[in-house]
């Protein structure tokens, strides 16, 4: 154990991984907030969407999960109430209307 605490390449390989932890972590930090802004975009997009604001009422629904649910299913205008999207997605029931225009 000694011998291991004494050799330079255990104290140099410290420091490189105490550098590659710092890199990654840098790294990470820089793709969440790009991800942060890629996920704002596309909830703005959804929200553009007719009807997105009644999937949104759902309990249990959220931005990034109606996102998910209209890359699933295409356009919610098809259906006729919220119903039926949340039979189709597995959700709980609600009795709220899509009212189609």
């Known amino acids: 154990?000694?011998?291991?605490?004494?050799?330079?390449?255990?104290?140099?390989?410290?420091?490189?991984?105490?550098?590659?932890?710092?890199?990654?972590?840098?790294?990470?930090?820089?793709?969440?907030?790009?991800?942060?802004?890629?996920?704002?975009?596309?909830?703005?997009?959804c929200q553009e969407i007719p009807h997105t604001g009644n999937v949104l009422e759902i309990s249990g629904i959220g931005e990034n999960t109606l996102s998910g649910i209209l890359a699933e299913m295409g356009d919610i205008s098809r259906f006729d109430d919220v119903k039926e999207i949340q039979k189709l997605s597995g959700l709980g029931s609600c009795g709220m209307q899509l009212r189609k225009a």
Do not use: H, P, T
């Open 1 to 45: 154990m000694q011998y291991a605490k004494s050799k330079c390449w255990d104290q140099d390989g410290s420091i490189a991984g105490k550098a590659a932890v710092k890199w990654f972590v840098q790294k990470i930090l820089e793709l969440d907030a790009e991800l942060a802004v890629i996920e704002n975009q596309i909830n703005r997009k």
